[in-house]
């Protein structure tokens, strides 16, 4: 792969005395959205962690844009551009829509242009723009955490289960708001265990196993073998 | 660039009671405020009360809001923040004995202005003592509740022993400026004029407070970061930069609530500080740790309260704000406006 904008190699990381991560290799490519798979308690959420900086790796290397980031604390990370958008959304639910908003776009003041491609995305959150975000749907507060994201281009984008615990049509929205990020040239490393929306988004696919990568290849590759997904993640895909 | 989504967002009516529901807390001063006047007799004496009430709140506000932000913010206990109310006091009242001169004049501009130096001399003092404290004492002890109360009450030990070598160990007794001394007589009622300043001082800091909070974008850092820190550092915003800030702005806060709590009491001891402390915990645990408004809202409940019962039954006046916060705990356990800690 040529120039990934993001590299991990060998990253382990601990929670207290528990090792989870034994190991990550990976590669992020440019402009692409990879899907990072996998079964429950396999690393994902916590290499996405680990990639912030909110949990420290133990020993390994991770480079974002060529610069080594392992060891940094988050703002430090967070400011080198990459956006989060975390399993529990992280909305601040005391602060309103546009609050959450201007917190999230670091550099300065929203820019219209992207304030409007928010609300093409997400309608509902000009709606509901000067209510408190605690107030709001599971689906929007999810809306929310990801056009916090959006408010400004990132180099790399880090979401993790954006589908969770959403209605289908929310989940469409999503999927929508994300092609079109990913249209936009984005480079995104997504977690997801909905395998309808990792298929249909992902360029590519990493799927972990006990704290390592155990499989990387083309999204498609993956979609169209029913036994790798069984072998890999425990998966009988209906035929859709 | 996209298609607007199929599901259209409903906005439904929300009932009387849901809609009341957020302004319940804040219709509790004023329920306080009639309750007393339907329970005392004379009118005078219930208004010579209520401004008595509402100057002590304001007080006790100074002096809690910044404890409530450190705790929301960063989750630290500091029992020590009495030592900057006390060291605040002293500190005042030494500027205001060397402006003896300005204070002792009949012009109110002057007195203002000497009480402003001093409140001013307090501040930067406390502020610099609180960020000491925080380094010193507080860093080492990030994430456990246990040893932030002992190594903090150590450090309240040591302020007040240092007050002890600084200003010697007994109580000094004090005189307001000239012209903020007597009460002035309004609808037959007795009204002290340093508690009318102290009313209006403590809402113009309320107010700006809440400015801050509200309408700069370090405010919305610190609102957020008392809901969620690790979120508003994996924004990019270095919150332990922002904690020692607000550490900072809450000691000095805390000065200035000493010298405002001196000049009430027309006497400063030592432990001063760890005595109004009791009533601080009450304010900010009953607000809503976290939350200024509701540590504002929390404050002038119980400075009213405890006024009225002193007047209506003296002996209920010490367990009034205990009461208080029973009931309040019992009604809503997380206090009356709570943020909502990220888990």
Known sequence: MSDPILSLSGVKTDIGQYHILHGVDLEVPRGQVTMLLGRNGAGKTTTLRSIMGLWRPRTGSIRFDGAEIAGLAPPQIARRGLGFVPEDMGIFADLTVEENLILAAISGPIRRDRLDWVFSAFPALSTFWKMPAGNLSGGQKQMLAIARAMIEKRGLYLIDEPSKGLAPAIIATMARALRDLKADGASILMVEQNFSLARALGDRAAVMDDGRIVWTGGMAELAADPALQERLMGLKMEVA | ?343
């Not at chain 2, 208004?47 to 910044?66: C, D, K, N, Y």
């Not at chain 2, 705790?71 to 060397?98: E, K, P, R, T, Y």
């Open chain 2, 1 to 343: 660039m996209t298609h607007a989504p199929e599901h259209a967002p409903k906005m439904a009516r929300l009932s009387l009671s849901d809609r009341l529901e957020p302004w319940l807390p804040i219709l509790l001063v004023p329920a306080i405020v009639v309750f007393g006047f339907v329970l005392i007799d004379s009118p005078g004496s219930w208004l010579t009360l209520t401004v008595s009430g509402l100057a002590m709140g304001m007080m006790i506000f100074v002096i809690a809001s910044g404890m409530t932000l450190v705790f929301g913010l960063m989750d630290v206990i500091n029992f020590g923040h009495g030592a900057f109310v006390s060291f605040g006091a002293f500190v005042g009242v030494s500027v205001l004995v060397v402006l003896g001169g300005m204070t002792g004049a009949s012009s109110l501009a002057l007195n203002l202005l000497a009480l402003g130096m001093a409140m001013l001399a307090a501040m930067a003092v406390t502020g610099a003592m609180g960020f000491a404290f925080e380094r010193v004492i507080v860093r080492p002890v990030y994430g456990s509740h246990l040893k932030q109360i002992l190594v903090t009450m150590g450090g309240l030990i040591v302020a007040e022993q240092l007050i002890h070598v600084i200003w010697g160990g007994e109580e000094i007794f004090i005189g307001r400026p000239e012209m903020l001394k007597g009460s002035i007589t309004l609808f037959g009622a007795t009204l002290e004029k340093y508690r009318l300043i102290a009313v209006g001082l403590g809402l113009i800091l309320f107010l700006a407070m809440r400015a801050v909070l509200r309408g700069t974008k370090l405010g919305l850092i610190v609102r957020a970061g008392v809901e969620n820190p690790e979120m508003v550092m994996a924004m990019g915003y270095q919150i332990r930069r922002v904690f020692v800030m607000v550490f900072v702005a809450g000691s000095a806060l805390a000065g200035l609530g000493g010298v405002m709590w001196g000049l009430y009491q027309e006497v400063i001891t030592a432990q001063m500080g760890m005595e109004i402390m009791i009533l601080v915990f009450i304010v900010v645990i009953i607000g809503g740790l976290g939350s200024v408004e509701g540590c504002f809202i929390g404050a002038l409940m119980v400075g009213l309260l405890q006024n009225y019962t002193a007047f209506l039954e003296p002996k209920l006046a010490l367990i009034s704000n205990i009461a208080l916060m029973v009931a309040i705990l019992m009604w809503r356990p997380q206090g009356m406006i709570p943020v909502i800690k990220a888990k």
